[in-house]
Nanobody, 123 residues
Framework: QVRLVESGGGLVQTGNSLTLSCSAS????????LAWFRQAPGKEREFVAALSTETNSEHYGNSAKGRITISRDNAKNTVYLQINSLKPEDTAVYYC????????????????WGQGIQVTVSS
């Protein structure tokens, strides 16, 4: 069974930075594509970033583009999302996701989801 657990969220001020972590476990984890999505109040879930654990290739969505960095630590089975220059529109529940195939992420239908973690940006 695949398990994804997010951490590092909370209340932050506009202009600051934070890093979210996703601890992952499960079979063939090293072959999974790892991704971050977010959903703001009243809005649809949107793609933020993804990383292939096999090739270490990165892909970013339009959301927060230029202010985010996705990375991983395979030894800890953890993927990170760093967000700089936080804005109020970054307020959302952030979800870690994974799939054994890139198509699952690209199609917005990853095989596995974390529980989500709240990020609230205030002035």
């Amino acid at each position: 069974q695949v398990r994804l657990v997010e951490s590092g969220g909370g209340l932050v001020q506009t202009g600051n930075s934070l890093t979210l972590s996703c601890s992952a476990s499960g079979p063939t984890f090293s072959t999974y594509v790892l991704a971050w999505f977010r959903q703001a109040p009243g809005k649809e879930r949107e793609f933020v970033a993804a990383l292939s654990t096999e090739t270490n290739s990165e892909h970013y969505g339009n959301s927060a583009k230029g202010r985010i960095t996705i990375s991983r630590d395979n030894a800890k089975n953890t993927v990170y999302l760093q967000i700089n220059s936080l804005k109020p529109e970054d307020t959302a529940v952030y979800y870690c996701a994974s799939d054994s195939h890139w198509a699952g992420i690209g199609g917005g239908r990853p095989a596995y989801w974390g529980q989500g973690i709240q990020v609230t940006v205030s002035s």
